[in-house]
Nanobody, 122 residues
Framework: DVQLVESGGGSVQAGGSLSLACTAS????????MGWFRQVPGKERERVAS????????YLSDSVKGRFTISQDIAKKAMYLQMNSLKSEDTDMYYC????????????????WGKGTQVTVS
């Protein structure tokens, strides 16, 4: 079975930084997409960032562009999200997701999900 394990997150004051990491295990394909989604209560999961295994650069939503950076370690099947200049509106549960190829914003097309990690900005 494919498992995604998130780490990082926590609480920070506005303007601070946090780092998230997600590591995939059990996936045998050579191509995949990994992404970060956040869950706004009462709304659908929103894609924050994503990166395709064969890509040099990833996608960042307009709300985080210029503040967040997404990167990956293909050998480790790991993805990282560096979050700088955090704002209170970044407070949310962040989920790692993966698919075999789809790398868009439709959360329903990501087959694998982590349990989520909480980010709180006060």
């Amino acid at each position: 079975d494919v498992q995604l394990v998130e780490s990082g997150g926590g609480s920070v004051q506005a303007g601070g930084s946090l780092s998230l990491a997600c590591t995939a295990s059990g996936y045998t394909g050579s191509t995949y997409c990994m992404g970060w989604f956040r869950q706004v209560p009462g709304k659908e999961r929103e894609r924050v960032a994503s990166i395709f295994s064969r890509a040099v650069a990833g996608y960042l939503s307009d709300s985080v562009k210029g503040r967040f950076t997404i990167s990956q370690d293909i050998a480790k099947k790991a993805m990282y999200l560096q979050m700088n200049s955090l704002k209170s509106e970044d407070t949310d549960m962040y989920y790692c997701a993966a698919s075999s190829g789809y790398c868009g914003g439709d959360h329903a097309r990501y087959k694998y999900w982590g349990k989520g990690t909480q980010v709180t900005v006060s």
